[in-house]
């Protein structure tokens, strides 16, 4: 019996949930797109449904101004999650950097995160959560890595150094 219970409970732990599965129906309005704009820059980000029922996070990041990020946000969560959980994005970048970022809490002022590069063609990014670090504005803190039971946004942000456009494409984002 206690080895079924054992079982049982290692199948429910490797479930996967969905945080977010794109389709041509998705509702996107609760996703938030913010700027370099909020400190003078000038980039420009839009997150839209393409007609194949996918995310597009693009736009143009400027450095001008002091500008040089443009990020999506998505604060309408309550994600259980542990340190053994792993984030997976089902996307297609564009050969480009960008940051995945997690909160605990949506009123906190620094996100955990971690950097990934896209290939340019669809690819599954696994990312372990207790991998990622805390930061603001571009400075790690120093306070452990996440290490909470729950995920209250998610977000998307490049900010490479560079005047660049940009185009991710989203899927999923699935935690595990």
Do not use: C
């Given at each position: 019996?206690?080895?079924?219970?054992?079982?049982?409970?290692?199948?429910?732990?490797?479930?996967?949930?969905?945080?977010?599965?794109?389709?041509?129906?998705?509702?996107?309005?609760?996703?938030?797109?913010?700027?370099?704009?909020?400190?003078?820059?000038?980039?420009?980000?839009?997150?839209?449904?393409?007609?194949?029922?996918?995310?597009?996070?693009?736009?143009?990041?400027?450095?001008?101004?002091n500008g040089g990020f443009s990020s999506v946000r998505f604060s309408s969560l309550?994600?259980?999650?542990?340190?053994?959980?792993?984030?997976?994005?089902?996307?297609?970048?564009?050969?480009?950097?960008?940051?995945?970022?997690?909160?605990?809490?949506?009123?906190?002022?620094?996100?955990?995160?971690?950097?990934?590069?896209?290939?340019?063609?669809?690819?599954?990014?696994?990312?372990?959560?207790?991998?990622?670090?805390?930061?603001?504005?571009?400075?790690?803190?120093?306070?452990?890595?996440?290490?909470?039971?729950?995920?209250?946004?998610?977000?998307?942000?490049?900010?490479?150094?560079?005047?660049?456009?940009?185009?991710?494409?989203?899927?999923?984002?699935?935690?595990?």
């Open positions: 019996m206690i080895y079924i219970v054992y079982i049982l409970l290692s199948f429910i732990s490797m479930q996967q949930e969905t945080i977010f599965d794109f389709n041509k129906s998705s509702n996107i309005k609760d996703w938030r797109v913010i700027n370099d704009g909020v400190m003078g820059g000038l980039s420009k980000g839009s997150f839209d449904l393409s007609s194949e029922g996918h995310a597009i996070f693009h736009g143009h990041v400027s450095t001008r101004n309550d994600v259980k999650a542990s340190k053994k959980s792993k984030v997976i994005l089902k996307i297609k970048g564009d050969g480009k950097k960008y940051q995945f970022r997690i909160k605990n809490n949506k009123e906190n002022y620094y996100s955990y995160i971690t950097t990934f590069q896209t290939s340019g063609d669809w690819e599954e990014i696994v990312i372990p959560v207790k991998e990622m670090f805390p930061s603001f504005r571009g400075g790690k803190l120093n306070q452990p890595n996440f290490s909470h039971n729950t995920i209250e946004e998610i977000a998307f942000l490049i900010a490479n150094k560079k005047e660049e456009d940009f185009k991710l494409t989203i899927d999923s984002i699935d935690l595990k």
